[in-house]
């Protein structure tokens, strides 16, 4: 089976840098992922790590340590609109690839 | 592209009912998933086809969900004789292996109220 762990919650502040940090246990780990999930939409994908390190998308950045079973969303220059779930997601060859998610972060930005 | 989409995006029945949804995938996505999702919780995968073969379905698919592909582009998802605990988001989601990162792109969900 697989476990995710991720805060249920975290609040900061406009303009700020949040890191949401996310821990996995899986048998065939084949790449993370991190969606962005507003409050009555769907999933929207952000970002992708099936190495050691660190990815950068503008604002957003991804870390993954295989090793250690973890992996970290950093979001820079918050802002409003970035308050939304964000879902830790693994991919696991040995369940057809499917993808597994984590309860999801719920953040807060506040002026 | 027009993205993932789903119908209806929201279905209020009564307990005991059947109930039955749409998702038209991506076109040219081979893969297509069900999740549920309930509030405060992230998706949980239910079945995914990979073109109109149904090749795993999750612990969570009791007896009473059943879902096609027929052609292997748009799929539905029956539930029969509908409970309260069926009440959740029911997305659906779709990928073409072999892009850069074969990640799932999601369609807005079904929202089921049983009442």
């Known amino acids: 089976g697989q476990n995710i762990d991720q805060p249920t919650e975290m609040t900061a502040t406009e303009g700020a840098i949040v890191q949401i940090n996310c821990t996995y246990q899986?048998?065939?780990?084949?790449?993370l992922f991190w969606y962005q999930q507003h409050a009555g939409e769907a999933p929207t994908f952000l970002s992708y790590n099936v190495l050691d390190g660190l990815e950068e998308k503008g604002r957003f950045s991804s870390f993954l340590s295989r090793s250690k079973g973890y992996s970290y969303l950093l979001l820079k220059e918050l802002q409003m609109k970035d308050s939304a779930s964000y879902l830790c997601?693994?991919?696991?060859?040995?369940?057809?690839?499917?993808?597994?998610f984590g309860g999801g972060t719920r953040l807060m930005v506040k002026p | 592209d027009t993205g993932v989409s789903q119908d209806p995006r929201h279905k209020i029945t009564k307990r005991g009912q059947n109930v039955t949804f749409r998702c038209d995938p991506i076109s040219e996505h081979n893969r297509l998933y069900w999740y549920r999702q309930t509030l405060g919780q992230g998706p949980e995968f239910l079945t995914y086809?990979?073109?109109?073969?149904?090749?795993?379905k999750s612990r969570l698919l009791s007896d009473r969900f059943s879902a096609e592909r027929p052609k292997g582009s748009f799929s539905t998802l029956e539930i029969q004789r509908t409970e309260q605990g069926d009440s959740a988001m029911y997305l659906c989601?779709?990928?073409?292996?072999?892009?850069?990162?074969?990640?799932?792109?999601f369609g807005p969900g079904t929202r089921l109220t049983v009442l």
């Open positions: 989601a779709s990928s073409l292996p072999g892009s850069s990162y074969n990640e799932q792109f």
């Open positions: 899986t048998s065939g780990f084949n790449g």
């Open positions: 997601a693994v991919r696991d060859s040995n369940a057809g690839n499917m993808l597994t």
């Open positions: 086809f990979q073109n109109e073969a149904q090749l795993e």
